[in-house]
C-alpha cells in the first residue's frame, strides 16, 4: 500500500501546486486590474481638485488668473497665483491653451526632461473624452493621465488640463503578492503533502487491515472466518462482501477435497486389505493351486472394486462442485450388506475370527 500511497500523495501534490499556480495567476491579474481601476479613479480625481483649484483661484481673486500672460519677454503661461497654486500639487500637471500650446508644467513634468515633455504633451493632444484615461510610458516610469476641459472665451484662456497619477502602486501590489506567495507558497505546499500523506494513510488503514484478514484466513486453517464488512455502500463492503463470497467458494471446495480424501482413504482400506490378503495367500507355498487360482480371482475383483470406487469418488466430486448433475435411483441396501458381509468374512479367515449374520430385510434408499 505504500506504492499507492506514494502515488496518491504525488498527484495530489501536483494537482494542488498546479491549482495554487491558477488561483495566485488570477488574483494576481485581479489585484492588478483593480489597482489599475483605484489609479485611474486617483488620476479623475485629481483632475478635478486642479480643475476646482483654477476655477476657484479665478473666482475669488480675479478673472485674470486663468488669462495667459502675453509678456513679450517672457513664454505665454498662467498667471503667478494660480501658478503657485499648483506648483504644491505633487502630481504631473500639464495645461493647454489656444492651439494646444503649453501654458503650465509642475515641477514633476520639468523633471522629466523636455523628451518626455513632449511625449506627454503628444498623448496629451490626443485625449478627447474627459471620461477615459491613458497611460503614458516615460524612460522611468509610467503615468495614468485623467483630463479636464474649461469652457472660457477668449484666444488667451486656459483650454485643457491634464493630470497624470503614477501606475507604480499598480505594479508594486502585485510584486508584494508574488512576495508574499513565494514565502508562503513552500510552507502551504508542505503542509498540504504532509496532510494528503496522512488522509492517504487512514483511507488505506482499513484495506491494510482487509489484507491481514485475508493472509490469516487462507492459510487453509480459517476458511471458516470471514471479513468485517464495514459502513455499507462503501467501496471497501463491496470489496469485503466478493471475499467472503470468494472465500465460501474456497470453504466449499477444500471441504469436498477433505471429504474426498477421507471418503477414498475409507472406501479403498477395505478392498486393499482383501487385495493384500488374496496375494499373500496366492504366495504362500502352502497353497494348492486351484487355492491360487480362486485367490487371484478375488484379487482381480477387488482391484475391478477399486477401479469403481476411485470412479464413484471422482463422480462426487465433480457433483460437489457443480459440474456434474448427479441422477438418483433406488438402490438395494440388502445387497450392498451382504457384499460388506463376505468381505468381512475373507478378512476374518486370517485371524482366525467367524463372521454371522442374521436374516438381512430387504430395504431400498434413494441414491
Known amino acids: 500500500m505504500r506504492a499507492i500511497r506514494t502515488r496518491i500523495t504525488t498527484a495530489f501534490a501536483g494537482a494542488f501546486i498546479a491549482s495554487l499556480l491558477v488561483f495566485a495567476f488570477a488574483i494576481l491579474l485581479a489585484r492588478r486590474d483593480a489597482a489599475l481601476r483605484e489609479i485611474e479613479e486617483r488620476a479623475q480625481r485629481e483632475a478635478d481638485l486642479t480643475l476646482s483649484i483654477i476655477e476657484g483661484t479665478r473666482t475669488s481673486l480675479s478673472d485674470d488668473t486663468t488669462r495667459v500672460s502675453v509678456d513679450s519677454l517672457v513664454a505665454p503661461g498662467v498667471g503667478k497665483t494660480l501658478r503657485g497654486f499648483l506648483n504644491i500639487m505633487d502630481e504631473h500637471v500639464l495645461i493647454l491653451g489656444a492651439n494646444d500650446f503649453i501654458l503650465y508644467s509642475s515641477p514633476r513634468v520639468d523633471s522629466l526632461g523636455s523628451e518626455n515633455l513632449n511625449r506627454f504633451a503628444t498623448a496629451a493632444r490626443k485625449m478627447t473624452n474627459p471620461a477615459e484615461t491613458v497611460r503614458v510610458r516615460f524612460t522611468t516610469e509610467e503615468i495614468v493621465v485623467a483630463m479636464r476641459e474649461l469652457n472660457t472665451a477668449g484666444a488667451t484662456r486656459i483650454r485643457r488640463v491634464f493630470v497624470g497619477v503614477p501606475s507604480a502602486?499598480?505594479?508594486?501590489?502585485?510584486?508584494?503578492?508574488?512576495?508574499?506567495?513565494?514565502?508562503?507558497?513552500?510552507?502551504?505546499?508542505?503542509?498540504?503533502?504532509?496532510?494528503?500523506?496522512?488522509?492517504?494513510?487512514?483511507?488505506?488503514?482499513?484495506?491494510?487491515?482487509?489484507?491481514?484478514?485475508?493472509?490469516?484466513?487462507?492459510?487453509?486453517?480459517?476458511?471458516?472466518?470471514?471479513?468485517?464488512?464495514?459502513?455499507?455502500?462503501?467501496?471497501?463492503?463491496?470489496?469485503?462482501?466478493?471475499?467472503?463470497?470468494?472465500?465460501?467458494?474456497?470453504?466449499?471446495?477444500?471441504?469436498?477435497?477433505?471429504?474426498?480424501?477421507?471418503?477414498?482413504?475409507?472406501?479403498?482400506?477395505?478392498?486393499?486389505?482383501?487385495?493384500?490378503?488374496?496375494?499373500?495367500?496366492?504366495?504362500?507355498?502352502?497353497?494348492?493351486?486351484?487355492?491360487?487360482?480362486?485367490?487371484?480371482?478375488?484379487?482381480?475383483?477387488?482391484?475391478?472394486?477399486?477401479?469403481?470406487?476411485?470412479?464413484?469418488?471422482?463422480?462426487?466430486a465433480r457433483a460437489d462442485e457443480g459440474r456434474l448433475e448427479i441422477v438418483q435411483d433406488l438402490i438395494d441396501v440388502d445387497e450392498l450388506a451382504r457384499e460388506v458381509v463376505e468381505t468381512a468374512r475373507l478378512l476374518g479367515e486370517e485371524a482366525g475370527v467367524h463372521i454371522d449374520t442374521e436374516t438381512i430385510e430387504a430395504a431400498q434408499v434413494r441414491g
Do not use: C
Open 169 to 316: 502602486p499598480a505594479t508594486l501590489a502585485p510584486r508584494q503578492l508574488v512576495g508574499t506567495m513565494l514565502f508562503f507558497g513552500p510552507i502551504l505546499i508542505i503542509a498540504s503533502v504532509w496532510w494528503a500523506y496522512v488522509i492517504a494513510g487512514r483511507a488505506f488503514r482499513p484495506l491494510d487491515r482487509m489484507v491481514d484478514q485475508v493472509t490469516a484466513i487462507t492459510d487453509g486453517r480459517s476458511l471458516h472466518r470471514r471479513l468485517a464488512i464495514g459502513a455499507a455502500g462503501t467501496e471497501l463492503t463491496r470489496l469485503a462482501v466478493t471475499l467472503n463470497e470468494m472465500i465460501e467458494r474456497l470453504e466449499t471446495s477444500f471441504s469436498a477435497l477433505r471429504r474426498f480424501t477421507a471418503d477414498a482413504s475409507h472406501e479403498l482400506k477395505t478392498p486393499l486389505a482383501v487385495l493384500r490378503a488374496d496375494v499373500e495367500r496366492a504366495m504362500s507355498p502352502n497353497t494348492r493351486k486351484d487355492e491360487r487360482a480362486v485367490a487371484l480371482e478375488e484379487a482381480l475383483q477387488q482391484v475391478t472394486r477399486m477401479a469403481e470406487l476411485v470412479n464413484s469418488l471422482l463422480t462426487l
